[in-house]
């Protein structure tokens, strides 16, 4: 029942998700055919190239969905957040079935067969589209339909870097440990997946004219079955209390903390909170608020601006606010005032090298543009508003292109001497812990990222102490105090609910 | 049949297949040796031999679906390394022992297919295909749209020799072309490629391993043996 609810209220979100899902196994089935077709009829007639052919497709399939995604956001061309390296990752896994069966779709036509067709003159052309393919089709046909299948199940992971699709649902409802929102995800996928082997298996026996063929339905029963038994192994593990403020959060340390924090204190007022924390990037957050399966979370006022609201960025903190809290307002979100501190871009280098070289703002850089090699995480090196645009705010041309890594790495990477400057979060935990300096932003390019408590403003009309509790956090943390919690996190490895409770008991 | 009536006043007396001191071998292993054969225009020449003397191997030497190492085999008086070997093909019908009928086609379409390649107007190749049905014994109207898979061993190989025949090829190259067939059907599909025969005058080669089949088709049997041929008619 909380399922059909969950459905029927989210029917348009439903509805795109689907769509997304159907988009992305589509276009990368048409594209591994492509690809695929071709290889596979070299395989089958060269076994030489064919064979390591197929060994490069088999390896392909064999490396973790997620390791793979992995691997190829730092590429070029066809890295980075989004649907098109989702694409790419399921050609890669639907190349293999495609190759295979086309290579032994051709391998299995009776050799008389094709000796007929050669000695009454046909072209290995013609041969080729007259008689190889037609007879090798329901088996191609096969392959394409295994591809597809593979293809749905392999499509709920491309929501974890951001491609949308039913794993959208799965990965939510994974966070927040709540059945209901995953197997919402995973029975349609694998109704998807039912749909898309019987109409394939359909197709396969129409193309088979004067042939029999064995009932194939097995495979895709298979899928299917082990997508409801993974969805149903989920059911009982939990779900939320219907009074519950349900609290959010991203998934880092000082989200972590900024969630705790919110919960703490709402806590203290005697309301009753339910902790959905370390729920993936700010994409799923905003999801999840908006369609009412968190109540709170803190956001960023330049991240909600330029990453989900697409606005163009506001450099004036005051002005930021506004567009973000007014912008909200329309979607029934209420913004309340900044915590305090603002979690900016930040361009950081070693205290020592800062100290010997007399480097104290970004303009300083230019100096030493010719022998460092600059450092950033993905997102940084991939946005507009990131390395591109500070390297002509500022006119910085460093020799050295920037090395890509993630986030976390950046800081070890820095205090390791393998790049010399880095972008990293002015409120990082880890800049004094390893020593290291942050340069002034005097040409103010980075926009605003103070942090400010998301709320829907049902929530705050049905329970008017949580506004009343929340406004009370308002300029208590400033830049200092939040890279103090994270450090006793990152480095020294307290407890995020201790840490917490001891900076609420000592502001309050 | 009037291709075939044009190539042979074309070339008057002259054999239509000859071949003269040709050599095969697969790596050391020698099938053919010095062998010499002159079939002329309209005569049904038999080859008998054990399995494994080269004779398969003599066949696709004629319509070059292999090349001699030495030696030279004229077709219609032109070497067959000179030949475009798809139109060499094309005008050299070939029943194979196998039939390799195209199961995806059906009976009309394998019949058909060699005038499809040659561009044939979908009409002409229709009334072509059922033309032949018909000569073979297999009523059009009954079989023309069958699948092969739903044709007994007998019926296979009268398609089999319905389409050699689809563009009536000057040359007819029929390897164990009734081997594989119960004796009844066997001895009935020979009287009835007679029959054909006397009604096309095709110049025909055929290889068997069957003494008796090379005399009922043949009007001159050789023996090969050990990659030579000896007469034996």
């Known amino acids: 029942m909380r399922l059909l609810n969950f459905w029927m209220t989210h029917g348009a979100e439903l509805g795109a998700m689907i769509e997304r899902h159907l988009f992305l196994v589509l276009w990368s089935t048409v594209v591994a055919a492509a690809i695929g077709l071709p290889a596979g009829i070299v395989a089958a007639h060269r076994p030489r190239i064919g064979r390591p052919l197929l060994a490069a497709a088999s390896i392909a399939q064999t490396i973790p969905s997620l390791a793979l995604l992995g691997f190829l956001l730092p590429l070029p061309f066809i890295g980075g957040i989004g649907p098109r390296i989702a694409i790419v990752a399921l050609v890669l896994y639907a190349l293999l079935p495609i190759v295979r069966s086309t290579a032994a779709g051709l391998r299995s036509i009776d050799p008389s067969v094709r000796d007929a067709g050669i000695a009454m003159g046909m072209t290995p052309r013609q041969l080729l589209w007259l008689v190889e393919l037609p007879l090798a089709l329901p088996s191609i046909v096969a392959g394409i339909r295994i591809a597809t299948i593979v293809g749905i199940g392999t499509a709920t992971i491309a929501a974890a870097i951001g491609a949308g699709g039913l794993g959208e649902y799965i990965f939510r409802g994974l966070s927040m440990v709540d059945s209901t929102v995953i197997l919402a995800g995973a029975i349609p996928a694998a109704l998807l997946a039912l749909i898309a082997d019987g109409v394939l298996t359909w197709v396969e026996r129409r193309l088979a004219p004067g042939r029999q063929r064995l009932p194939r339905a097995a495979p895709a029963a298979v899928a299917a079955a082990s997508l409801l038994v993974a969805a149903l192994a989920a059911v009982g593990i939990g779900s939320a209390r219907p009074d519950a403020i349900v609290v959010g959060s991203k998934n880092f340390t000082e989200q972590v903390l900024l969630g705790e924090l919110l919960a703490q204190t709402l806590e203290r007022r005697g309301l009753t909170v339910t902790r959905r924390l370390n729920l993936g990037g700010s994409f799923i957050c905003d999801r999840a608020i908006r369609a009412g399966d968190i109540d709170a979370y803190v956001e960023y006022t330049g991240t909600a601006l330029a990453a989900i609201l697409k606005k163009p960025i506001v450099k004036e903190p005051e002005a930021a606010f506004t567009a973000v809290r007014d912008a909200y307002g329309r979607a029934g979100l209420s913004v309340l005032p900044p915590l305090g501190f603002n979690n900016t871009f930040a361009i950081v280098v070693r205290g020592a090298d800062a100290q010997a070289l007399n480097l104290r703002t970004i303009d300083d850089l230019r100096r030493v543009q010719t022998q460092w090699r600059p450092g950033f995480g993905y997102e940084f090196a991939e946005r507009t508003d990131g390395y591109s645009g500070l390297a002509s705010a500022y006119g910085l041309h460093f020799t050295t292109p920037p090395r890509v890594m993630d986030l976390d790495l950046v800081y070890r990477a820095l205090a390791g001497r393998q790049v010399d400057v880095i972008a990293g979060d002015a409120t990082s935990g880890l800049i004094k812990a390893l020593d290291l300096a942050m340069l002034t932003d005097n040409r103010r390019y980075f926009p605003p990222y103070h942090a400010v408590p998301i709320v829907r403003a049902a929530v705050l009309l049905a329970h008017p102490e949580v506004r009343e509790a929340l406004a009370r956090l308002a300029g208590t943390i400033s830049e200092d105090d939040m890279r103090a919690m994270n450090a006793a996190v990152d480095v020294d490895h307290r407890d995020v609910a201790a840490t917490v409770k001891e900076f609420l008991t000592r502001v309050q | ?233």
């Open chain 2, 1 to 233: 049949m009037g291709v075939n009536v044009d190539v042979r006043a074309a070339l008057g007396g002259a054999p239509m297949v000859s071949l003269a001191g040709v050599r095969f071998a697969y790596g050391e292993r020698v099938i053919l040796d010095d062998l010499h054969l002159s079939i002329a225009a309209g005569e049904s020449v038999a080859l008998v031999g054990r399995s494994g003397a080269g004779k398969s191997t003599l066949l696709k030497l004629i319509n070059r679906l292999l090349l001699p190492q030495s030696g030279t085999i004229l077709v219609q008086g032109r070497d067959t390394r000179d030949w475009d070997p798809i139109a060499l093909r094309r005008r050299t019908g070939y029943v194979l022992q196998e039939i390799g009928l195209f199961p995806h086609l059906t009976v009309e379409e394998n019949v058909a297919l060699v005038p499809r390649l040659e561009g044939w107007p979908p009409e002409r190749r229709r009334a072509r295909a059922h033309a032949l049905l018909d000569l073979v014994g297999l009523p059009a109207a009954e079989f023309a749209a069958r699948w092969p898979r739903e044709l007994s061993g007998g019926q296979r190989q009268r398609v089999g020799v319905a389409r050699a025949l689809a563009v009536d090829p000057p040359i007819l190259l029929m390897d164990e072309p009734f081997g594989a067939l119960d004796s009844t059907t066997r001895d009935e599909l020979r009287s009835e490629f007679q029959r054909i025969r006397r009604h096309l005058r095709q110049t025909v080669v055929l290889v068997t391993h069957d003494r008796d089949e090379a005399f009922a088709l043949g009007d001159r049997v050789t023996v090969l043996e050990q990659g030579r041929l000896t007469c034996a008619s």
